[in-house]
Nanobody, 121 residues
Framework: QVQLVESGGGLVQPGGSLRLSCAAS????????MGWYRQAPGKERELVAT???????NYADSVKGRFTISRDNVKNTVYLQMNSLKPEDTAVYFC???????????????WGQGTQVTVSS
């Protein structure tokens, strides 16, 4: 199986910064796109940012210029550096990974368990 374990969430004041990490472990051949999504209370899960295995990034308009996604392919880890945080960034943040497994080299999608980010004074 494959596990995604997130860390780095917490409480921060508006204008502050946090760095989220998500490490993938288990039995797989490689990882294609990795990403971060978030879900605020009463709202649907939404894309925050993604990064491909070739380091091509994509961001939601709401976080462009404030958040930076990166990955370490040796550590199978994706990061989300969040700066200039706003109260509307408050949500549970989930990491995702498209993982290539098995002799058939099929791709499977996995989610982490989520980490809470709260932006409040």
């Amino acid at each position: 199986q494959v596990q995604l374990v997130e860390s780095g969430g917490g409480l921060v004041q508006p204008g502050g910064s946090l760095r989220l990490s998500c490490a993938a472990s288990g039995n797989f051949r490689s990882i294609n796109t990795m990403g971060w999504y978030r879900q605020a209370p009463g709202k649907e899960r939404e894309l925050v940012a993604t990064v491909t295995s070739d380091d091509i990034t994509n961001y939601a308009d709401s976080v462009k210029g404030r958040f930076t996604i990166s990955r370490d392919n040796v550590k199978n880890t994706v990061y989300l550096q969040m700066n200039s945080l706003k109260p509307e960034d408050t949500a549970v943040y989930f990491c995702s990974a498209d993982v290539v497994r098995g002799w058939t080299a099929l791709t499977y999608g996995y989610w982490g368990q989520g980490t809470q980010v709260t932006v409040s004074s």
